[in-house]
């Protein structure tokens, strides 16, 4: 079961949620139900949204301005999945593109601001 307030998974019997205190109100299992995959078609959509801005991050990674927030979001998102209970493949794949993407845009910045300093011309 869980609590109706914060999601937090609440043990059986239980007359408080132990994350945020809000009385233990039982439903019937269909609410239940609805509640869960509202909760998992959410999580399905992160998982999504963080792999298509780990795979954009890698391409444009020469891109600093644009690979280094969608780097970065691919992972926020990929990690919200996690916390949701999704570990579905895409969201591990936001994880691995997002966090390739965001390498390679500092190895670019470390490249260019290396040449600058060997350059005198």
Not at 4 to 11: P, Q, S, T, Y
Not at 76 to 84: Q, T
């Amino acid at each position: 079961m869980f609590c109706i307030h914060c999601g937090e998974k609440i043990l059986d019997g239980a007359s408080f949620c132990t994350k945020c205190g809000a009385k233990v109100v039982f439903t019937e299992t269909f609410g239940q139900t609805k509640q869960q995959e509202s909760q998992q078609s959410k999580a399905t959509g992160f998982a999504v949204a963080s792999m298509i801005l780990g795979i954009i991050s890698i391409l444009i990674c020469a891109v600093m301005f644009f690979s280094l927030p969608s780097g970065i979001l691919g992972i926020v998102f990929s990690s919200k999945c996690k916390k949701a209970g999704n570990n579905s493949g895409m969201a591990k794949a936001g994880m691995i593109t997002g966090t390739v993407g965001l390498c390679l845009t500092v190895l670019n910045l470390m490249l260019c601001t290396f040449r600058r300093m060997t350059c005198w011309w």
